[in-house]
């Protein structure tokens, strides 16, 4: 064989004599893509560590079989090669080894190495510049994208890539110096062994005995085509080679326009489902979705102060939101395992992942002991976060370990998390579990089925429709890399055999990305709403991109007024709407039922989220406005005017202007005057003015607040006190809330409110502070530009403007 020729869409490439893959060449546009002299190797394997590319290959065309052989090992790998038009399929079909001690460990499609730069998508597969894309996906759960994590990165594939999301290793994609490269590999876990597990080197793997376990079989997908075929190319591989296509109203999840529909995080109960559903309406959601439902994870049962009825408490309540037309989702942490699920305790399964295992050197009675001696030291000295181990069918903590031999664990309490203490015989097995910081185990992969399958009836027999596999990295725990995750979230995925909603944690495997919905990644926890995760929620728009995923911008949150922090105001929530129509991203807004009740702002809030999201989802934002939307310094405010008709204003707030009776000179009255610019034309003033306590004292105030500007004042004669606002919203009258913008009182204005000028000028204010010691007064100032329209009237300007040209 001197070159077999293919093609696999647009890509037109040969495999030579010696198994390289040559002459990467776009036969739409022209232009070849070869990035190594010699091309790349359609298969590598793996011996001991070892990688060994094939010296020869023989092409039989009339069975479609490509024959590598790896003349150092003795080893024969057939590889079926299949065009179908839009791409080509490369399957492992037979192994033929010269010595069983050779038997391979692995083996690695690629990488191949391309010219390609530009848009590098390292979980989907896909390279491209502006024209042309090559892509690789793996055909099953058995094949992973990336390179395996025991192996050395071979010299090509050093590059960095600073805005990449994850490591070289979990990669299918990657740069290069030359351009960028496409890889994928199997194992064969019919071996055991030990290898580096979740970032901990030499842990024990125990081997596997299904299907997937076997290297026969490894399935990738190669092919080329313009930019803009991509997702039809890939829409097509999914139907031509049954892989997941999951839908969503009725259409392709990638390309569906309800896939990045925004959703209400609440926590409902079966007494409070008709309020939560009140809510999501409100806020002109169709998902609503419980943060936190189980009481175990593992068996995953419902809390019993939430859902008393358990399984059937939930599809009642997920019944009556389906019939108001709105969709229930949960969350879960995937694989994660509490303590207090029957999986753990009274008797733990014997399926709990292990870090390693070690034999009693002594028998143990059942009396209390301090010490147990043991033959292996090494899984009982990996740092975790418990100290748990399991002998029979009793779990035991452990204080440390001795540092030489005879090896002991010290410290040591019998029976602990509710199991019984037994007498165990010298030789039985101890074995150290997997652990993790949120106080919980792990099962190994085959245990693992039984959360799938768990998760599936729930959502079969309940009628749920969205999930977000938070947690999913705990699947590494097995040992199995991106198989094991590959593996759970299938047969989740075929368990609940409906329209699902789904994203997940960090891990994005390349054969999963055809069953994740998207991904919702950015938490608000514990920071103000424009700083929580804001570079890693842009990055991720940058990320979800060039991975073909459906725009998400993560989680905010509606909060009380707390000793950190202030309750949620409508210009924050406008700001995070705006981010997400720039962005054309959905989002999470999680609120607590008790904060809703309690935030006096929480209709205008919600109100604020129907009306941008309806303005985002029928297209009613400019390029432009959407452009400029995406500044994260930027604020907006939109009004609705009519039926899909709004008005959209570019906002300027003031940093706190403060006046505090601490800085004011003896005698001098209390005031301050701040220096302040108007970027836009002039206006009424608005402002949002906070009277704040002074070392605790909630009973200071200020009486008669007073702003002067341009010469006009304008005099509130009332009291504000510690902890209140006084609001102006551009009118004589205003408002006087409490901390969770409850309005308790209205005050009317001496005149109407002073003109804001375009461009400088000093605001004065000046008031009577009362209570010893005194409050301050922070005041925030807002100005908005002139009204822009939003409507879908610019997408016929625009057909316009290109008839014209």
Not at 45 to 55: A, K, M, Q, T
Not at 401 to 417: C, H, M, Q, T, Y
Not at 648 to 656: E, F, Q, R, V
Not at 782 to 791: G, H
């Amino acid at each position: 064989m001197m070159c077999a020729q293919f093609n696999a869409g647009s890509l037109s490439f040969c495999i030579d004599k010696a198994g390289n893959i040559t002459r990467l060449t776009d036969t739409a546009h022209g232009g070849t893509y070869d990035a190594a002299d010699q091309g790349s190797p359609l298969l590598r394997i793996v011996i001991n560590e070892e990688i060994e590319r094939p010296s020869s290959a023989v092409y039989d065309d009339e069975e479609g079989k490509l024959s590598l052989f790896f003349e150092s090992s003795g080893v024969q790998v057939d590889v079926n090669v299949v065009s179908k038009g839009l791409y080509t399929s490369f399957e492992v079909a037979r192994i033929i080894e010269a010595i069983e001690k050779h038997a391979i460990d692995a083996v690695i499609w690629g990488p191949f190495e391309t010219t390609v730069s530009g848009s590098i998508g390292e979980s989907v597969g896909i390279v491209h510049n502006p024209i042309f894309a090559i892509g690789l996906l793996s055909l099953n759960a058995k094949t992973i994208g990336g390179w395996p994590s025991e192996l050395k990165a071979l010299a090509f594939a050093d590059g960095l890539y600073e805005d990449g999301k994850f490591e070289y290793r979990l990669s299918t994609a990657w740069p290069t110096k030359e351009g960028s490269l496409l890889q994928a590999y199997a194992r064969n876990r019919t071996k055991g062994g030990t290898r580096p597990v979740w970032g901990i080197n030499d842990i024990e793997v125990a081997p596997l005995e299904n299907e997937d376990a076997a290297i026969v079989g490894s399935k990738v997908a190669l092919f080329g085509c313009g930019v803009e075929h991509v997702l039809e190319t890939i829409e097509e591989i999914e139907l031509s080679e049954n892989l997941p296509h999951p839908t969503i109203e009725g259409v392709w999840g990638k390309v569906s326009p309800a896939a990045t529909q925004s959703y209400l995080i609440i926590n409902f109960t079966e007494e409070t489902t008709a309020e939560a559903i009140r809510y999501t309406k409100q806020a002109g959601l169709k998902y609503m979705y419980h943060p936190d439902p189980f009481a175990t994870w593992g068996h995953f049962v419902l809390k019993p102060e939430s859902f008393p009825n358990g399984d059937e408490g939930l599809r009642a309540s997920v019944a009556a939101a389906e019939s108001a037309g709105v969709h229930v989702g949960v969350h879960t942490l995937s694989n994660f395992t509490t303590l207090n699920d029957s999986y753990v305790t009274p008797e733990p399964d014997k399926r709990l992942q292990t870090v390693g295992t070690a034999r009693l050197i002594e028998a143990v009675s059942e009396a209390e002991t301090a010490e147990l001696i043991i033959d292996n030291p090494k899984p009982f000295l990996v740092n975790l976060y418990r100290t748990t181990a399991i002998i029979g069918n009793e779990l035991i903590e452990y204080g440390s370990i001795s540092e030489s031999a005879p090896w002991k664990l010290l410290d040591v309490k019998r029976g602990v998390n509710g199991t019984i203490v037994a007498e165990h015989e010298a030789g039985a097995e101890i074995c150290r579990l997997w652990d993790h910081p949120y106080n919980v185990f792990f099962p190994n992969v085959e245990l693992q089925d039984e959360y799938s399958d768990r998760i599936g009836e729930l959502f079969r027999n309940s009628g749920l429709k969205q999930i977000s596999f938070d947690g999913l990295e705990g699947c590494y725990a097995t040992g199995q890399d991106d198989y094991g995750v590959n593996r759970f979230v299938k047969r989740c995925y075929d368990g609940w055999n409906k329209e699902v909603i789904n994203d997940a944690s960090i891990v994005v495997s390349n054969y999963a990305w055809h069953i994740f919905t998207r991904f919702n990644w950015g938490e608000p926890w514990g920071v103000a709403t424009r700083e929580g995760q804001l570079e890693w929620r842009l990055s991720n728009q940058r990320y979800f991109e060039r991975n073909f995923i459906p725009p998400m911008l993560g989680w905010f949150l509606i909060r009380s007024a707390s000793n950190r922090f202030e309750a949620t105001t409508s210009d924050e929530i406008e700001w995070v709407l705006s981010k997400a129509a720039g962005f054309n991203a959905g989002f999470a807004l999680s609120a607590e039922m008790a904060v809703l009740r309690r935030n006096g702002n929480s209709d205008k809030l919600l109100e604020n989220v129907s009306s941008w999201e309806r303005a985002r989802q029928i297209g009613a934002f400019s390029p432009d406005q959407r452009e400029r939307m995406k500044d994260p310094t930027s604020d907006w405010h939109l009004e609705k005017l009519e039926e899909d008709r709004w008005s959209l204003y570019l906002i300027s707030l003031s940093a706190p202007l403060v006046c505090s009776p601490e800085e004011l000179q003896p005698g001098q009255p209390g005031g301050a005057d701040w220096p302040f610019f108007n970027m836009h034309e002039a206006q009424p003033l608005r402002f949002s003015m906070r009277v704040l306590s002074a070392y605790g004292n909630e009973e200071g105030y200020i009486k008669r607040p007073t702003i002067c500007m341009n010469g006009q004042y304008m005099t509130f004669e009332t009291e504000v006190r510690a902890g209140e606002y006084l609001v102006c919203d551009g009118d004589r009258v205003g408002q006087i809330m409490d901390r969770n913008w409850n309005v308790l009182r209205t005050a009317q204005a001496s005149s109407e409110p002073p003109i804001v000028r375009a461009g400088s000028q000093t605001i004065s204010f000046s008031c009577k502070f009362e209570g010893e010691p005194k409050p301050s007064v922070s005041v925030k100032v807002s100005t908005r530009s002139a009204p822009e329209s939003v409507n879908t009237d610019w997408k016929l300007d625009d057909l316009d403007r290109l008839r014209s040209i």
